[in-house]
């Protein structure tokens, strides 16, 4: 088989006048069969016969007419043969630690897609995930992970689209960059002794006001003025507790925004300049005290999460048809490297790797896996229940060929 279908990622695609002069440049091509172009996502879609041309020759007439083009799948690639070396970006995945909500989308896109290959960046903001489309071979993921740190984000590498790239030029990967964050069971050390000291200072206002200052005496009779010097503690609970959120909020004007941090420590730094250590303590420790709360919530919803996920297979039988004879076969893929719109075959006994449709077969699904409901589900076009789940198995005695309506990365 010498026939295939190559994506490339068109970086100058606006808007529909482009479809024409691509479509000119493409399809005179030996060998290509057709040309579709998805406008949205900048992807062009060229059915050929790699033997007469090859992906990377219609990249670099793409690029000879300033298109900005960049191979995301080569056609040619064949089962026991490498053939990474023809593709030259690829989309790598990085854990970043300090995404708590939305507001941090924005300084995250500010400092990856200035980088000079980066093509797309997408977040999952519950798992803590970016992933970010580039040309490897000119910015390379460990430096968009150094970018992303300098600016405190803590940045660590999931995976690498460029890491079978990298290894084939024996290049030496951080193996220790790959390996995800371990997030603290615990509450830091500092956040504890804000808190503690935060405590001991509010008793001080028990002391109530002093009556030189025109006070109205203590608030519980009985109890001596010099209670109120114990509001001094809050002024080195501030401090035991402020170090992170000024960290954090300098990295943000750095960036040039404004966030939580910024507003907290403002909040801070002038509740200290008013004399009212007790407040400031009491907003850096509570502060610090809802992050920890957070990143254990959200580490939850991720251990969820990673759950479902490891439930998919990790290899897929791809569909691929000859565009020269027209035979129909499979090839054996890692699952991650299924595409939407890709056909997969689900033999008896097989996991399905993706979320997708039924286009042919009938057969029996066993879904327990996700909605732990023993009873198997009847799937297939004659029935009429056509949506399948990936992590769920066909238990029946038929396959099923399933159009892929999400990936791996999606679910």
Request: net charge neutral; proline share 3%; with cysteine.
């Amino acid at each position: 088989m010498t026939a295939g279908k190559t994506t490339i990622f068109v970086k100058h695609i606006c808007c529909a006048s482009e479809v024409p002069p691509i479509k000119k440049i493409l399809e005179p091509l030996v060998g290509v069969g057709s040309v579709n172009i998805n406008i949205t996502n900048k992807l062009v879609y060229v059915k050929h016969d790699f033997s007469l041309t090859t992906a990377s020759s219609m990249v670099d007439k793409l690029n000879a007419a300033k298109f900005g083009a960049v191979l995301r799948k080569d056609a040619d690639q064949r089962i026991g043969e490498d053939r990474t070396s023809g593709v030259t970006a690829g989309k790598t995945t990085f854990l970043v630690q300090h995404i708590c909500c939305a507001s941090e989308i924005p300084p995250i896109r500010n400092i990856i897609e200035p980088m000079k290959g980066v093509t797309n960046v997408t977040f999952n903001i519950t798992s803590k995930l970016v992933y970010v489309e580039h040309e490897f071979t000119v910015t390379t993921a460990s430096s968009i992970m150094d970018n992303l740190n300098r600016a405190k984000f803590g940045a660590t590498i999931k995976k690498d689209a460029g890491e079978k790239h990298h290894k084939k030029n024996n290049t030496n990967l951080n193996n220790s960059a790959v390996e995800e964050i371990t997030i603290e069971s615990g509450v830091n050390w500092n956040v504890k002794l804000a808190g503690f000291l935060w405590a001991v200072s509010m008793i001080g206002y028990l002391g109530g006001a002093d009556a030189a200052d025109g006070g109205g005496g203590a608030i519980i009779p009985g109890i001596p003025t010099w209670v109120i010097d114990l509001k001094l503690f809050g002024a080195l609970s501030f401090f035991a507790g402020v170090p992170q959120i000024a960290s954090k909020a300098f990295a943000s004007v750095r960036r040039g925004g404004v966030d939580a941090n910024v507003l907290m420590f403002t909040a801070a730094v002038g509740a200290m300049s008013l004399g009212d250590f007790p407040e400031a303590a009491g907003l850096t420790f509570l502060f610090s005290l809802s992050e920890w709360l957070e990143t254990q919530a959200t580490g939850k919803a991720r251990s969820a999460l990673a759950t479902i996920v490891s439930l998919r297979p990790q290899l897929a039988n791809l569909v691929v048809v000859d565009e020269v004879t027209g035979e129909v076969g499979v090839r054996v893929i890692a699952a991650e490297e299924v595409a939407v719109g890709d056909r997969v075959l689900c033999k008896s006994g097989d996991k399905i790797p993706c979320d997708g449709e039924v286009v042919r077969g009938d057969s029996v699904v066993d879904e327990s896996s996700l909605t732990g409901e023993s009873r198997p589900v009847k799937k297939g076009v004659e029935c009429g229940v056509v949506k399948v789940f990936g992590g769920t198995m066909n238990i029946g005695q038929s396959p099923l060929t399933v159009v892929v309506g999400e990936t791996t990365e999606n679910r």
